[in-house]
């Protein structure tokens, strides 16, 4: 899906009260931490990360991870409007939703395949490239030869959302036991509150 000509702001009074809302809406949906793990989208994503080599106990998918940060108690982050509208949609669908600086891609030529052991990757955050073991699922830009996302978790600082963002590219992150009409559910709630949150 891409989003064109958004406004990305640091933050925004209007969404901060609407993330508090949907926030208690999710805490009233989902009795407990001790449930979160084997709801049928989490399980899905947790049974993907053993698979390619991820812990999903010490790294957890996306959606897992906002759910979990709600029910604790806390209030999602505020990063950035663009980043905040998908995020709570994320947190709202459990589906991981990845998004990139449309600008910094070449959407047309995007190929997602087995990592090379030894290859390296530089993820949003990090401060030293971490070097893949060959079990990762990626996703490459062939034009410009580069990793742009470690598939399902991690996207790749080069090419991350800012405030100068003006078109997005955003991937629902699918894995096998997530259904189509769950991405589109995803789908359909991120362009909702980008188009609410960050439209001219």
Do not use: H
């Amino acid at each position: 899906m891409v989003c064109s000509d958004v406004v990305v702001q640091k933050n925004a009074k209007d969404l901060e009260i609407f993330k508090k809302s949907k926030q208690s809406e999710i805490r009233k949906k989902i009795p407990s931490l001790e449930v979160v793990k084997d709801l049928p989208i989490i399980r899905a994503y947790r049974d993907f990360y053993w698979k390619v080599g991820i812990d999903p106990t010490k790294t957890r998918p996306a959606g897992e991870a906002l759910v979990r940060r709600i029910l604790s108690g806390k209030d999602l982050p505020t990063i950035n409007t663009l980043v905040d509208s998908y995020n709570l949609a994320s947190a709202e669908s459990m589906v991981s939703i990845a998004a990139f600086d449309d600008r910094k891609v070449d959407r047309g030529n995007l190929f997602m395949r087995i990592a090379v052991r030894g290859e390296t990757f530089v993820g949003i955050g990090m401060t030293n490239p971490m070097e893949l073991s060959g079990v990762e699922v990626v996703i490459e830009d062939i034009t410009q030869k580069k990793l742009i996302a470690v598939y399902p978790y991690r996207d790749a600082d080069e090419s991350k959302v800012s405030e100068e963002t003006e078109d997005v590219l955003f991937m629902m992150c699918g894995v096998p036991g997530i259904r189509e009409e769950d991405l589109d559910l995803a789908k359909d709630t991120a362009m909702n509150y980008v188009s609410k949150f960050c439209s001219k």
